[in-house]
């Protein structure tokens, strides 16, 4: 276009020439020009104008294909994944606002995360700890097992486990002692004790083997055995033989009579066991009053200790370890005043004058509140036991309330806490959880 307007602006000069028209052709040539200078602008434009319109469709072309890109990672990181909300992060075509929102995603997604991993370690801490008190409860119940067929060295295991309650504990100490008892009484029936013998054979501890033996060795040690087998050794020899069994046989029939007529027994009267007399009854130890009120004391200080850190149990459960260990040592106490003096008593400022069976229950109160957090259901037996020796705790009564509605026991609970109430009239906690309990569906 321009070309030709040039080229038809030259011919119209030189068809001009220098006649009288040329001013008119210079005219004509400015307008040309003119003209051709307003082409040039618009074609300028007209170019500008395509070149932005193509930039304007890339960019929209770029922002779509962003957009795309963006559109599934934007839902993803509201789901919760946060590597989607990096990516999402890093788009160009991403407002102040929409930042604002993914960065706030990100953070809750990351938190969620952060706490169902503490979470997992909670219960995956949880299950190791029931797994070790799970282990330990079956080592103290094959100890337990052990000590019940009267073996010492499974009584001991028992008495020395932190993790053994107060009953158990109470009832491998008898067992020990009688497990103890049979040895003694077994060495001396060998020996030739006749008493020791019979208080072996009614002993439980005594299996059928043991009890052969013994009826063998009781027999043996009967005076009449003796004098058959001091017969049958001198009757190898004639001269020797008669006159021992003449010298036995009038023996023999004059102890009778003078049991017999001393004794003022009827000879029809008489039993076939004469020979054998009565077994001794075993005398009891003597009272160590002053061993028990000192044991006493200590089974109390140690109670007292795990009474003032109960409060914290609840914030710290791993300090329910510590507290039975303590327990543990106040129930030995408790088993060393009752061999002493099972009557003493003990004095204190606070509480009044209790015994034993108050010690007792207060322990196995104590140790029921320590195990109510891993195993309720042990804890509710434990407190059971518990009141069977103080049936006025009321404290106790309320637990076993508090765990049986926690296992939807409702009729259990009811009767625990109104058992309760009767003995603490006054307590408003008790009636509280009363009426809570009947709304138990």
């Known amino acids: 276009m321009r070309t030709a307007l040039v080229c038809v602006a030259v011919l119209v000069i030189f068809s001009l020439g220098h006649s009288a028209q040329a001013q008119d052709g210079r005219q004509i040539f400015d307008f040309l020009a003119g003209q051709i200078g307003q082409e040039i602008e618009r074609e300028q434009q007209r170019q500008f104008q395509a070149e932005e319109q193509r930039r304007v469709r890339q960019q929209q072309r770029d922002h779509n294909r962003a957009y795309k890109q963006l559109l599934p990672n934007w839902h993803a990181c509201f789901g919760g994944d946060v590597a989607a909300s990096n990516r999402a992060l890093s788009s160009t075509i991403l407002s102040f606002e929409d930042q604002q929102q993914l960065l706030a995603a990100r953070a809750r997604t990351i938190e969620r995360v952060r706490q169902e991993e503490a979470e997992r370690e909670r219960v995956a801490e949880q299950q190791r700890r029931a797994a070790a008190q799970a282990q330990r409860d079956a080592e103290v119940e094959r100890s337990?097992?052990?000590?019940?067929?009267?073996?010492?060295?499974?009584?001991?295991?028992?008495?020395?486990?932190?993790?053994?309650?107060?009953?158990?504990?109470?009832?491998?100490?008898?067992?020990?002692?009688?497990?103890?008892?049979?040895?003694?009484?077994?060495?001396?029936?060998?020996?030739?004790?006749?008493?020791?013998?019979?208080?072996?054979?009614?002993?439980?501890?005594?299996?059928?083997?043991?009890?052969?033996?013994?009826?063998?060795?009781?027999?043996?040690?009967?005076?009449?055995?003796?004098?058959?087998?001091?017969?049958?050794?001198?009757?190898?020899?004639?001269?020797?033989?008669?006159?021992?069994?003449?010298?036995?046989?009038?023996?023999?029939?004059?102890?009778?009579?003078?049991?017999?007529?001393?004794?003022?027994?009827?000879?029809?009267?008489?039993?076939r066991s004469i020979m054998q007399p009565p077994p001794i009854p075993k005398a009891p130890p003597p009272r160590d009053s002053v061993s028990a009120v000192a044991a006493l004391q200590l089974a109390h200080a140690y109670l007292r200790e795990v009474l003032d850190n109960l409060k914290a149990l609840h914030a710290n459960p791993a300090m329910a370890a510590h507290l039975l260990n303590e327990l543990s040592l106040a129930s030995?106490?408790?088993?060393?005043?009752?061999?002493?003096?099972?009557?003493?008593?003990?004095?204190?400022?606070?509480?009044?004058?209790?015994?034993?069976?108050?010690?007792?229950?207060?322990?196995?109160?104590?140790?029921?509140?320590?195990?109510?957090?891993?195993?309720?259901?042990?804890?509710?037996?434990?407190?059971?036991?518990?009141?069977?020796?103080?049936?006025?705790?009321?404290?106790?009564?309320?637990?076993?309330?508090?765990?049986?509605?926690d296992l939807f026991n409702k009729a259990q609970a009811i009767a625990a806490f109104e058992r309760a109430i009767a003995i603490d009239p006054d307590n408003l906690d008790y009636k509280m959880e009363l009426g809570r309990v009947h709304n138990i569906s």
């Not at 097992?145 to 486990?161: I, K, P, T």
């Not at 309650?165 to 020990?176: A, F, I, L």
């Not at 049979?182 to 013998?197: D, I, K, L, P």
């Not at 003796?226 to 021992?244: I, K, N, Q, T």
Request: net charge negative; hydrophobic share 50%.
């Open 144 to 271: 337990f097992a052990r000590c019940q067929n009267f073996d010492v060295g499974g009584c001991e295991a028992v008495l020395a486990s932190p993790h053994a309650d107060t009953s158990q504990r109470t009832q491998v100490m008898g067992w020990k002692a009688s497990a103890h008892d049979f040895e003694t009484w077994h060495r001396e029936c060998q020996n030739g004790s006749v008493s020791a013998c019979d208080q072996t054979l009614a002993s439980p501890v005594a299996t059928a083997t043991a009890q052969a033996d013994l009826r063998r060795w009781r027999s043996a040690i009967s005076p009449v055995n003796r004098l058959v087998a001091l017969v049958a050794v001198g009757g190898s020899d004639a001269s020797f033989g008669m006159p021992v069994l003449l010298v036995a046989i009038v023996i023999g029939l004059g102890a009778t009579f003078a049991w017999i007529h001393f004794g003022r027994i009827p000879a029809a009267a008489v039993p």
């Open 332 to 405: 030995k106490q408790l088993a060393v005043a009752e061999v002493a003096d099972a009557t003493a008593t003990l004095t204190d400022d606070e509480l009044g004058t209790f015994g034993l069976a108050d010690l007792k229950a207060r322990a196995l109160f104590y140790e029921a509140v320590c195990r109510s957090g891993a195993d309720p259901k042990r804890a509710i037996r434990i407190l059971h036991q518990a009141v069977a020796l103080e049936p006025m705790l009321a404290p106790a009564h309320y637990w076993i309330g508090s765990l049986e509605a």
